[in-house]
C-alpha cells in the first residue's frame, strides 16, 4: 500500500507570508494527487487534482506542483480564510490514503 | 448544483451494525466513482471505500475490509455502505464523496457527513 507523508504537520505563518507544505508518497504515483482544504468543522473541499491542477473556483493563491513521490502545495500570500488542515490523497490506486494532514494557522 | 445528503448514523453498540446511505443530485449518479471518507473526532481524513461507475469494482482500507460493504442503486442515485462488526475506532462522521469521473477518484464533491458513535 501506499504511504503518504506529510510535513509539517502544523505551521504558523503571517499574513501575506508564502506557505509551503510538502507531501510524499512512498512509491511513485505519477501526478494522481489531489490537495483538500478543511476549515474548522467543515466538509473537505478539494483544491487541486493531477497534483498541479486548481479546481474550479480556487483562488489563484494556491499552487501545486510535483511529480512521481515528492509534491508541494503553495499558498504564495497567506489570508485568514485559509487557516485550515491541508490533506494530500494519492488516487493512483486503491488504498487511497490520506496524508495525515498540515494544520495552517496564522501567527 | 451537485449535492450528496448522507443518513444512518447513530449510536451502535460494539459488534452491531448499521446501512448508511447518501443521496445524490445534481449530476448524472451511474457516471461517477463514488467514495465514503470518514473521520475519527478530533483526527485526520481516512479513506474508507470506493466503488466505481461501470462494472461497479470496489475497493476497501484494510481497516475495514470483511466489515464494510459499499454498494450503489443507480435507479435510486443513491450509495450505501454497510457496516458490521462494528468497534469502538469505527467512531466517526462518514462522508460521501464524489469522483471527478467514472475512475478518477479525486473526491470533487462532498456530503455533510453523518456520524457514527460505537460505544456500550
Known amino acids: 500500500d501506499i504511504q503518504m507523508t506529510q510535513s509539517p504537520s502544523s505551521l504558523s505563518a503571517s499574513l501575506g507570508d508564502r506557505v509551503t507544505i510538502t507531501c510524499r508518497a512512498s512509491?511513485?504515483?505519477?501526478?494522481?494527487l489531489a490537495w483538500y482544504q478543511q476549515r474548522p468543522e467543515k466538509v473537505p473541499k478539494l483544491l487541486i487534482y493531477?497534483?498541479?491542477t486548481l479546481q474550479s473556483g480556487v483562488p489563484s493563491r494556491f499552487s501545486g506542483s510535483g511529480s512521481g513521490t515528492d509534491f508541494t502545495l503553495t499558498i504564495s500570500s497567506l489570508q485568514p480564510e485559509d487557516v485550515a488542515t491541508y490533506y494530500c490523497q494519492n488516487y493512483i490506486s486503491a488504498p487511497l490514503t490520506f496524508g495525515g494532514g498540515t494544520k495552517v494557522e496564522i501567527k | 448544483e451537485v449535492q450528496l445528503l448522507e443518513s444512518g448514523g447513530g449510536l451502535v453498540q460494539p459488534g452491531g451494525s448499521l446501512r448508511l446511505s447518501c443521496a445524490a443530485s445534481?449530476?448524472?449518479?451511474?457516471?461517477?466513482?463514488m467514495s465514503w471518507v470518514r473521520q475519527a473526532p478530533g483526527k485526520g481524513l481516512e479513506w474508507v471505500s470506493v466503488?466505481?461507475?461501470?462494472?461497479?469494482?470496489?475497493h476497501y482500507a484494510d481497516s475495514v475490509k470483511g466489515r464494510f460493504t459499499i454498494s450503489r442503486d443507480n435507479s435510486k442515485n443513491t450509495l450505501y455502505l454497510q457496516i458490521n462488526s462494528l468497534r469502538a475506532e469505527d467512531t466517526a462522521v462518514y462522508f460521501c464523496a464524489k469522483g471527478m469521473t467514472t475512475v478518477t477518484v479525486a473526491l470533487q464533491s462532498w456530503g455533510q457527513g453523518t456520524l457514527v458513535t460505537v460505544s456500550s
Open positions: 512509491q511513485a504515483i505519477s501526478n494522481y
Open positions: 493531477g497534483a498541479s
Open positions: 445534481g449530476f448524472p449518479f451511474r457516471n461517477y466513482a
Open positions: 466503488i466505481y461507475s461501470g462494472d461497479s469494482n470496489t
